[in-house]
């Protein structure tokens, strides 16, 4: 059963006119787009979206009989604006990213995202598309999937893991999760496997990769603001630093005036500010939530406003 993360607290923050549009750009199970509509009169509407077919057509069921309209929409959230605008919609009161990977994506075996169970090496959010992370781990030069693992990782022993993926793929394609996870159990030395899962940065590494998910978040964050009404609001929800780090300096840039140096007697940018931070520090899950829900506890709640 798919748990949403932070929900109470997202949904008071991001709900200021129970009238108006809403935008769940990360349906995933759907939890947060079920709350949303019961908080949300009947001359509402909501939108959700997700790259998953599945995950919608679970969705589609559940909301049956809610009473704002919801309409559901298959797409890349980093197409924002023109997936909205294909439904008419070109202002809103609220949008959701709720990133990572869902509940139910982690549990289905054969979506290759766990290094848990056994399962085909495919780690792909939208299964339509062609790269899964069996080519990256089986076709890049090794140079370039170090690269991946240490900048989307930030695994300390890149360079080991790749250098043992690339020498055991020479007798044979690495095919699955398991054989994958003993490959990098191999090349990572045993006085640091201790704690967590040896092979939890590089999975989370190789998920963010086959699915472009920091290029998604960089080209989606703009757009939110540009569809959001005076005082509508954006929530962000994240699971590791990176994620965190981008939505952070997105908010801080766009809550500044003048972005000039200094040194500079007038401002030549012409910058002005757009959001407002509604949360100073990122909200994150209680103690009761975090043993309820193991996978909360990593979760970060940003909102901002539109001004």
């Known amino acids: 059963m798919h748990k949403p993360v932070l929900l109470e607290e997202t949904v008071s923050l991001l709900v200021t006119d129970p009238r108006g549009i809403y ?15 019961e908080r949300l009169e009947a001359e509402a ?4 979206i997700d790259k998953d077919r599945r995950a919608l057509q679970e969705t589609s069921a559940r909301m ?37 990977v869902s509940s139910f994506q982690l549990d289905e075996a054969e979506r290759g995202f766990s ?26 030069p090794e140079e370039e999937l170090a690269g991946i693992i240490w900048r989307f990782g930030e695994e300390r022993y890149s360079r080991l893991i790749a250098r043992e993926i690339v020498k055991r793929r020479q007798v ?43 290029g998604a978040l960089e080209e989606v964050l703009p757009q939110a603001v540009d569809v959001l009404g005076s005082g509508g609001r954006m929530g962000v929800i994240t699971f590791h630093s990176l994620e965190d780090r981008e939505v952070k300096n997105f ?57």
């Open 172 to 214: 044979a394609p690495i095919n699955t999760t398991l054989e994958l996870v003993e490959v990098i159990s191999k090349a990572i030395p045993s006085r640091s496997k201790r704690g967590k899962h040896p092979a939890r940065r590089t999975f989370q590494a190789l998920r963010i990769a086959v699915n472009d998910e920091m």
């Open 23 to 37: 935008v769940d750009c990360t349906v995933g199970g759907g939890g947060h787009l079920a709350r949303l509509a």
């Open 45 to 48: 509407t909501l939108v959700g």
């Open 64 to 100: 049956v009989g809610a009473a704002p309209t919801v309409i559901l929409v298959h797409g890349d959230f980093r197409y924002l604006k023109a997936l909205l605008r294909g439904k008419g919609i070109t202002r809103v009161h609220g949008i959701l990213l709720d990133l990572g």
């Open 115 to 140: 290094y848990h169970l056994d399962a085909p090496l495919d780690m792909r959010m939208n299964p339509d598309q062609n790269r899964s992370a069996w080519n990256l781990v089986n076709e890049l």
């Open 251 to 307: 908010i801080k840039l766009e809550s500044s005036g003048c972005l000039c140096p200094k040194h500079l007697p007038v401002c030549v940018c012409h910058h002005q500010a757009r959001l407002r931070p509604v949360t100073v520090k990122p909200v994150v899950p209680d103690v009761h939530e975090q043993t309820a829900n193991r996978r909360a506890r990593s979760a970060k709640l940003r909102v901002a406003e539109r001004i």
